[in-house]
């Protein structure tokens, strides 16, 4: 069973920053790439921005040079600091992580997701 827990949405004025954070607990051997996705109202979800293991970060065309992405593997934790904040970028903010996993034939990989954290950006 694998958790991940996002926190730090909240209500922000155009121009502030937020910063979210990323929690995975549970039974996983590593955690490999992690990520944060956005839907807003009435749209698709989409990719806001990508780590590999390694920390190596890349971003939607949306947000670069606003938004940056790191992680902490010691605490397996990924996070999402976002400065200069539009009105566009409400929405529900989702956690996704590509884990490994043993089980007694072997490694194996899954995909988790959290519920989310609405960030609202709004005067």
């Known amino acids: 069973q694998v958790q991940l827990v996002e926190s730090g949405g909240g209500l922000v004025q155009p121009g502030g920053s937020l910063r979210l954070s990323c929690v995975a607990s549970?039974?996983?051997?590593?955690?490999?790439?992690m990520a944060w996705h956005r839907q807003g109202s009435g749209k698709q979800r989409e990719l806001v921005a990508d780590?590999?293991?390694?920390?190596?970060?890349i971003y939607a065309d949306s947000v670069k040079g606003r938004f940056l992405i790191s992680r902490d593997n010691t605490k397996n934790t990924v996070y999402l600091e976002m400065h200069s904040l539009k009105p566009e970028d409400t929405a529900v903010y989702y956690c996704?992580?590509?884990?490994?996993?043993?089980?007694?034939?072997?490694?194996?990989?899954?995909?988790?997701w959290g519920k989310g954290t609405l960030v609202t950006v709004s005067s």
């Open positions: 996704n992580a590509d884990l490994s996993y043993w089980t007694g034939q072997g490694t194996h990989h899954m995909n988790a």
């Open positions: 549970g039974s996983f051997l590593s955690i490999n790439a």
């Open positions: 780590i590999t293991s390694s920390g190596v970060g």
